[in-house]
T-cell receptor, first 114, second 109 residues
């Protein structure tokens, strides 16, 4: 089966600009998660979709971040306007509805805000 | 206090050595315990998971959990150069995973 696909793999933008990250989960996976790793820190939870519904968005840093999952398939994470501290690697992961112990991660989008 | 503490290393060992990677966690409510392996420029890949205290073995890898001391370990026997990667421990509470910072491992041929 195809894995979790994320694009772009890299993005360099200027402070104040807008960036949209996209994640295509494994087909049929109801659960979709966004995580972020800031340099030198641990991977941290951002939010969780079950199909098209936001189940938990407690990890979203602030209202400059907007995630959507229209139709319960792919998801986008928009950062607007981007700040320097938003730099990091953004991971998407997906799992079947009943998976308890692990997700399948994408390769991540490396975002650099300059 | 971080939910999961992990020594970042780096750790460098000769091929064939036994590797021990360790984490501690803070919340006794954490349930599932996982080890992920991450190669450079790739996403984390699930290596092993366990729910209870004790050992779980899979080939050259053994995961160990001690809930009484909130301690998680991963042992790699007969380490290979292909094992060179960053290893992340993780725990789960609800639908959120909590990761350690990862330990960078290099196995020298």
């Amino acid at each position: 089966e195809a894995g979790v696909t994320q694009f772009p793999s890299h993005s360099v933008i200027e402070k104040g600009q807008t960036v949209t990250l996209r994640c295509d989960p494994i087909s049929g996976h109801d659960n979709l998660y966004w995580y972020r790793r800031v340099m030198g820190k641990e991977i941290k939870f951002l939010l969780h979709f079950v199909k098209e519904s936001k189940q938990d968005e407690s990890g979203m840093p602030n209202n400059r971040f907007l995630a959507e999952r229209t139709g319960g398939t792919y998801s986008t994470l928009k950062v607007q306007p981007a700040e320097l501290e938003d730099s990091g690697v953004y991971f998407c992961a997906s799992s079947p509805r009943d998976r308890q112990y692990g997700y399948t991660f994408g390769s991540g989008t490396r975002l650099t805000v300059v | 206090q971080k939910e999961v503490e992990q020594d970042p290393g780096p750790l460098s060992v000769p091929e064939g050595a036994i590797v021990s990677l360790n984490c501690t966690y803070s919340n006794s409510a954490f349930q599932y315990f996982m080890w992920y392996r991450q190669y450079s420029r790739k996403g984390p890949e699930l290596l092993m998971y366990t729910y209870s205290s004790g050992n779980k073995e899979d080939g050259r890898f053994t995961a160990q959990v001690d809930k009484s001391s909130k301690y998680i370990s991963l042992f790699i026997r007969d380490s290979q150069p292909s094992d060179s990667a960053t290893y992340l421990c993780a725990t789960r509470l609800g639908n959120q995973f909590y990761f350690g910072t990862g330990t960078s491992l290099t196995v020298i041929p």
